[in-house]
Structures are given as C-alpha cells and as structure tokens.
Nanobody, 114 residues
Framework: QVQLVESGGGLVQAGGSLRLSCTAS????????MAWYRQAPGKQRELVAA???????NYADSVKGRFSISRDNTKNTVFLQMNSLKPEDTAAYYC????????WGQGTQVTVSS
C-alpha cells in the first residue's frame, strides 16, 4: 500500500518560515519524481516545486528565491523549506510522487497571517 504523509504545516506570520516534510512508503522512492503542489480555497491546484529522481529542480515563479525543495532518498522523504512567507502562500500543500502513475498525500495546511 502506497502512502505519502505530509507534516510541518501550521500558522505563521508573514515573513516567517516553515519546513514541510513528506515521507513515502510502499514505493521505490529513489526512482520517483517528487513534487509539492498547493491549493487555496476557490483556486486550482498549482505546482509549487518539483525534484526529479536525478535531482533536477524547478519552481513556480511565485516561490523562486523563497522556497527550496530537497529530498533524502535514505529516509524516503522530500522536503519543502519555505522562507519569507506571504499571506498569498496560504493553502493546503500536497505532496505527490510520480513514476508511471501519480500518488498523492492527504495535504497539510499552511496559513500565513499578515
């Protein structure tokens, strides 16, 4: 059974930082491309950051220079370091893993107060 479990969300003031983690089980983590998406109320889910099995990374323009994605294949975990948070970063953040098919976590809420 495949599971992606996110953690690290919460309430933070604007300008603050949070670190999200997503730990996977039931998959060969190292071959999966991993990504973080977010969805704000009334909006479509959008890609925040992604990292391939080879370590290639891309970011949404809105988070470049503020967010950093990384992975630890020894711990089956992908991270999203979020700095200089803004109220518009408020959303449910979802982890996904893709290799032939895509798996999703249950999401973790990030709320940034102004």
């Amino acid at each position: 059974q495949v599971q992606l479990v996110e953690s690290g969300g919460g309430l933070v003031q604007a300008g603050g930082s949070l670190r999200l983690s997503c730990t996977a089980s039931g998959i060969i983590f190292s071959i999966y491309s991993m990504a973080w998406y977010r969805q704000a109320p009334g909006k479509q889910r959008e890609l925040v950051a992604a990292i391939t099995s080879g370590g290639s990374i891309n970011y949404a323009d809105s988070v470049k220079g503020r967010f950093s994605i990384s992975r630890d294949n020894t711990k089956n975990t992908v991270f999203l370091q979020m700095n200089s948070l803004k109220p518009e970063d408020t959303a449910a953040y979802y982890c996904s893993g893709q290799y032939r098919r895509t798996y999703w976590g249950q999401g973790t809420q990030v709320t940034v107060s102004s």
